[in-house]
């Protein structure tokens, strides 16, 4: 029995369960083990092997998230900030992670785009499951409710209810077409132009009016792109100019490695994931958190 080509499904289906991408590793590593081990229980006459595997990972992921607290986004929780001269304190929160594409091939990405992967993160683990199962990866409902050992019109319920809950909290994220198009990377590969310029115009240019800037771990956020443009002179004047921006691609949306100057080289900063629509800027995720350079196969610095 070779489980190994379902790896990848199984990582991105843990994500979208636990919002967090080494966890998700884990979890998915866990579950292949167990079906390796239990494989001589295996009954081809009552599932698919790829069911099976989904009905542990299932299971798995419904006891990781026992008891835990869903991973947000700052945009997630609460109103965005006016003062762009705030401290930049970092919030002790389980924060939602980025995925990266390049570990994984996948047969799509746009049901990984981070405003889904966030509003899936605000309902009940068994009603994410739900969606994810029925609306991302089309499994029908009998076979979920084989999976959640329920019913059918339990598991049409709890999709009912996981619609109406993602799209009240996030319409946006239910609208957004696929994000892995021409017009966005060229927009994203202007930005990094100005970005490594310390060109905060050019930046600004490249923004919708009401573009949103957040950077977990610290929980506030920004909008508009008159703020977005007050906050990037704010980062230049306090780490200066000559920066190095590499694209990379995580959540199926285009993404800077950003590296910071640093004592005649530079080191590694922050992993900026952007939305895009009709080759403008709406929304830049900037996690300021150098350790998850390596999920992304990134060095520490560059000289």
């Known amino acids: 029995m070779d489980l190994e080509p379902y790896r990848g499904e199984l990582v991105a289906y843990c994500y979208r369960m636990l919002g967090a991408f080494h966890e998700a590793e884990d979890v998915a590593q866990e579950v292949m083990l167990r079906a390796w081990r239990a494989r001589g229980r295996y009954d081809p006459a009552r599932a698919s092997v790829r069911t099976w595997l989904y009905r542990i990972a ?8 026992e008891g835990r607290s869903r991973r947000p986004l700052p945009s997630g929780l609460g109103a965005p900030s006016e003062d762009t001269a705030a401290p930049l304190a970092p919030a002790d929160i389980r924060w939602l992670e980025p995925f990266p594409d390049a570990r994984y091939e996948l047969d799509a990405r746009a049901d990984l785009r981070l405003a889904l992967v966030a509003a899936m993160q605000i309902l009940p683990a068994r009603q994410r499951a739900v969606l994810i199962l029925r609306e991302v990866l089309e499994f029908p409902a009998a076979e979920v409710a084989a999976l959640l050992d329920t019913s059918v019109p339990a598991v049409n319920s709890a999709l009912q209810r ?36 310390g060109d905060v115009q050019a930046l600004v240019k490249l923004l919708t009016d009401d573009a949103v800037l957040e950077m977990p771990p610290v929980p506030l956020w920004y909008q508009g792109s008159a703020a977005y443009g007050r906050f990037m002179d704010r980062v230049f004047a306090m780490r200066g100019t000559g920066w190095v921006a590499r694209s990379v691609s995580a959540n199926g949306q285009p993404a800077l490695a950003a590296y910071a100057p640093d004592g005649g080289g530079w080191r590694a900063h922050s992993l900026q994931v952007f939305t895009v629509a009709r080759g403008l800027i709406t929304r830049n995720v900037v996690f300021a958190d150098p350790g998850m350079f390596a999920a992304f196969d990134l060095p520490e610095r560059c000289d």
């Not at 299932?58 to 998230?65: G, P, R, S, V």
């Open 162 to 197: 996981a619609r109406a809950a993602v799209a009240q909290s996030a319409p946006d994220a239910v609208a957004v077409a696929e994000p892995d198009d021409l017009q966005g990377r060229a927009a994203v590969a202007r930005y990094a132009r100005a970005f490594e310029a």
């Open 58 to 65: 299932t299971n798995a992921c419904l006891t990781e998230l």
